[in-house]
């Protein structure tokens, strides 16, 4: 009887041990879990390795923006609030996309839009529609931020306005979907072009040399990519076969540099939004030649876009130039004539 009571005992005694152990182990594993939550690995965005080829990633932000501020505060405490803001809501499909055009000043453009309280965007370029379409729309929906109701979600990936398949896909994707268009005069889009190309590859032979296909004559090169990309005319015939002309928005690349309030007015009108980005949230940087955006109310520093964009670019010979502006006339005015816009390039 005694024996049997202490058995007894030490049996209460080891479960009383086991239940706190398990207790132990349960916080554990839910400090853990809180741990990663905040730190922003609950969320299921795909963290692949390269920019370009490869789907995008986030470290790809880190060159966006460069501070003009002496850098030093820590930038921690907006990242854990990013963190916190990423679990709420939901992913959703674009609904406004920057389709191009590739050196038009799109990164200006979404950068100045992410500023509105209602627009969320992915930071790099998704790539979806040209070169990852075979991932799934699932895939492509979880590369989203969350969004809460009222807000638009947004990317850009300025190749998709020269893929033939683009629009087919997008329109399947959704009919609805709001196309931005920042359209940059496409001789200077072509020089903007090689001196990036230029930048990479250092070897590279002269623009006129890409350009011409017999440089006597003056034949213009078609198939160079930096000059093919300019024909707007030709590239929007091919969205105008799925889109209508009301849902696109073609945003002038340099009014974007000239009046970046007035162009982001007609953006925010078009999507729907309330006039939130205005003349308070520009100034213009004298050392690097564009407008810049003023500190936010409350975070961070004044900021510039980084040093790939609006780079000098190398001096073209003025016939080189002249040339090429004739050969686009034509392809211009068609496309004033199709957008009912005239932008000003002849
Ligand atoms: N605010 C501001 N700051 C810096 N740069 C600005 C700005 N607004 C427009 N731009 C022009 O944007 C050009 C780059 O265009 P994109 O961002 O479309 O380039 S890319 O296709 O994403 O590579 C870039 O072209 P380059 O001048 O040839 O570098 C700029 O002229």
Same mark, same amino acid.
């Given at each position: 009887m005694g024996c049997s009571k202490w058995r007894a005992a030490v049996n209460f005694g080891q479960l009383k041990v086991q239940s706190k152990l398990s207790v132990l182990f349960t916080m554990i594993v839910l400090f853990t879990y809180l741990f990663y939550c905040l730190n922003g690995?609950?969320?299921s965005l795909p963290r692949p390795q390269q920019f370009g080829a490869s789907p995008p990633s986030?470290?790809?932000?880190?060159?966006?923006w460069s501070s003009v501020a002496p850098s030093g505060s820590s930038s921690s405490s907006s990242s854990s609030n990013m963190s916190i803001a990423n679990s709420f809501g939901s992913k959703k499909f674009p609904?406004?996309?920057?389709?191009?055009?590739?050196? !038009?000043?799109t990164r200006a453009l979404l950068e100045f839009l992410r500023?509105?309280?209602?627009v969320r965007a992915v930071g %790099?370029?998704?790539?979806f529609f040209d070169?990852?379409?075979?991932?799934g729309l699932d895939w492509y929906r979880n590369l989203m931020p969350r969004t809460l109701d009222g807000q638009i979600t947004m990317e850009k990936t300025p190749s998709y306005f020269i893929t033939k398949e683009a629009p087919r896909r997008v329109f399947s994707m959704s009919r609805r979907t709001k196309l931005i268009v920042v359209v940059r005069d496409p001789v200077t889009r072509a020089v903007s072009d090689y001196t990036q190309t230029l930048t990479k590859s250092? !070897?590279?032979?002269s623009f006129q040399n890409l350009a011409f296909r017999n440089i006597t004559t003056g034949?213009?090169?078609? %198939?160079w990519s930096a000059v093919r990309i300019g024909i707007y005319a030709k590239h929007l015939e091919n969205w105008l076969r799925f889109f209508p002309l009301s849902r696109f928005l073609f945003v002038s690349g340099e009014r974007l540099v000239s009046d970046p309030a007035g162009e982001m007015g007609r953006v925010q009108d078009f999507l729907g939004?309330?006039?939130?980005?205005?003349?308070?949230h520009f100034y213009f940087n004298q050392t690097k030649g564009f407008p810049c955006l003023k500190k936010p109310e409350g975070s961070s520093r004044p900021r510039c876009l980084?040093?790939?964009?609006g780079r000098p670019h190398p001096q073209i010979p003025s016939g080189v130039l002249l040339r090429l502006r004739d050969f686009y006339r034509p392809f211009n005015l068609k496309f004033y004539q199709m957008t009912g816009h005239n932008f000003g390039w002849d």
């Open positions: 690995y609950c969320d986030p470290s790809h932000l880190t060159d966006l609904q406004a996309i920057i389709i191009g055009v590739k050196k !038009g000043g500023i509105h309280p209602d %790099s370029e998704p790539h070169r990852f379409y075979d991932k250092p !070897g590279l032979p034949l213009i090169d078609t %198939s939004l309330k006039r939130v980005v205005t003349d308070k980084g040093k790939s964009k």
